[in-house]
């Protein structure tokens, strides 16, 4: 195998990040004061006006730390070694968190009856966020190594280690937190990665079709997903007579149309002032809308594309199979959350509660998704399509070829 030596990391990955977080920042620092004062006079609390964009500063500073750790810090190989042990970890506290929650212990934080985060005085973590990236690590280096034992296809040494862990997970958050948004997520985690994997044509087109099946099922059983369903079906249709249910939808398309061409600038949204529900969280996409108009929106939407594009030219460059899965799972995660998170903020799709990737305000899925797309830059300093002139000189001693090379010849 060549031998592949480190060279200079992808800069549009790294400056599409930071001018997305930076972004995030500018939208809760003028929302912010507006989304305090709701809650103040629906709930008679004393939030301060820079409350809310203090804790996303925090968040932000947190997940840059993250995101160079991964990036510049911890080597990839030294986090796959505890690929199997992060998972566990992972689903022990979304267990655990379920198990909190039906007892009602104030350790387990819940809003609109479901219960999705710990809470440790005033502090709270959401346990999914950890799953996603436990996921990603996990399948890379399950599926990789069953790839080179040749057991890709194998039913009982595959398939259903990955339906166990894949089953467990999403049952532990859709089910047990009623997190159809994070599900998602992780069922674009997890079909992503196995398309590059190596599995069968036929295995695939199985697996996605008694999944889809399963989908349905589970949204048709769920009154509270088919109220969204027909909030979504009155709206498009034209006939939403029922205001209650299609408030949500109503209002973020009412920003969108608001915001016209240039929007009406920083500070000056209406439905931040507590028309549109989560207008600092799952909403933000709509508010973004109000405030740049189709213009800013477009810019956002052009640096998403250009992130994910290049983080294909990542996994397209890499030579390692389950540095390639990496990459791809991430690219999967950010995908989803973008997809369908401005699909429901356009009426596309029902809605459904999850983030928009750096922007959202929301330190846990922040902070993760940094590190995500952290290791996914480290990645891109050993792949094989760059330029001579792209080589990093001074990491001559630290050939990333000689891992990969031992590791095969070694298996």
């Known amino acids: 195998m060549t031998k592949i030596r480190k060279h200079k990391s992808d800069l549009v990955i790294l400056f599409s990040t930071l001018g997305l977080m930076a972004l995030g920042l500018i939208v809760i620092y003028a929302i912010g004061p507006m989304r305090a004062n709701?809650?103040?006079?629906?709930?008679?609390?004393?939030y301060d006006s820079n409350y809310f964009f203090l804790g996303q500063l925090r968040s932000a500073a947190l997940a840059l730390i993250a995101f160079f750790l991964a990036f510049k810090v911890i080597p990839y190989e030294y986090i796959r070694k505890f690929a199997k042990p992060l998972m566990i970890i992972a689903l022990a506290l979304s267990a655990a968190l379920w198990?909190?929650?039906?007892?009602?212990s104030p350790l387990a934080k819940c809003e609109l009856g479901e219960c999705r985060w710990f809470n440790f005085g005033g502090l709270s973590f959401q346990p999914a966020e950890l799953l996603k990236?436990?996921?990603?690590?996990?399948l890379a280096d399950f599926m990789a190594r069953k790839k080179e034992e040749g057991k890709i296809s194998s039913i009982k040494e595959f398939w259903l280690p990955v339906l166990i862990v894949g089953g467990i997970a999403l049952g532990l958050v859709v089910v047990a937190q009623g997190d159809l948004g994070t599900g998602v997520a992780l069922m674009s985690i997890i079909?992503?990665?196995?398309?590059?994997?190596g599995v069968s044509?036929?295995?695939?087109?199985?697996?996605?079709?008694?999944?889809?099946?399963l989908a349905v099922g589970a949204v048709a059983t769920s009154s509270h997903r088919m109220k969204r369903i027909d909030a979504w079906v009155a709206t498009i249709s034209g006939n939403s007579e029922d205001s209650d249910t299609t408030y949500h939808i109503d209002n973020a398309m009412l920003a969108l149309g608001v915001g016209g061409f240039f929007g009406v600038g920083i500070g000056n949204s209406v439905q931040a002032t507590g028309y549109l529900p989560e207008s600092i969280n799952d909403s933000v996409f709509a508010i973004m809308g109000e405030t740049f108009g189709f213009v800013g929106l477009i810019l956002v939407l052009g640096v998403f594309l250009a992130l994910?594009?290049?983080?294909?030219?990542?996994?397209?460059?890499t030579p390692d199979q389950n540095d390639r899965l990496v990459v791809v799972g991430v690219f999967a995660w950010t995908l989803a959350q973008v997809v369908v998170n401005i699909m429901a903020?356009?009426?596309l799709i029902p809605v459904t509660g999850i983030?928009?990737?750096l922007l959202s305000y929301g330190g846990t899925s922040m902070i993760f998704i940094a590190f995500a797309i952290g290791l996914v830059l480290q990645i891109s300093c050993y792949t094989s399509r760059e330029g001579i002139k792209n080589e990093d000189t001074s990491s001559r001693g630290r050939v990333r070829g000689t891992y990969h090379s031992s590791r095969r010849r070694n298996s």
């Open 355 to 357: 983030t928009l990737p």
């Open 345 to 347: 903020m356009t009426g």
């Open 191 to 197: 079909f992503g990665m196995l398309l590059i994997s």
């Open 201 to 213: 044509a036929k295995q695939y087109i199985l697996i996605t079709i008694a999944v889809i099946v």
């Open 99 to 104: 198990l909190l929650a039906s007892i009602h």
């Open 308 to 317: 994910l594009l290049r983080m294909l030219k990542v996994a397209d460059g």
């Open 133 to 138: 990236i436990a996921l990603v690590i996990y």
């Open 38 to 46: 709701v809650l103040n006079s629906a709930y008679g609390l004393e």
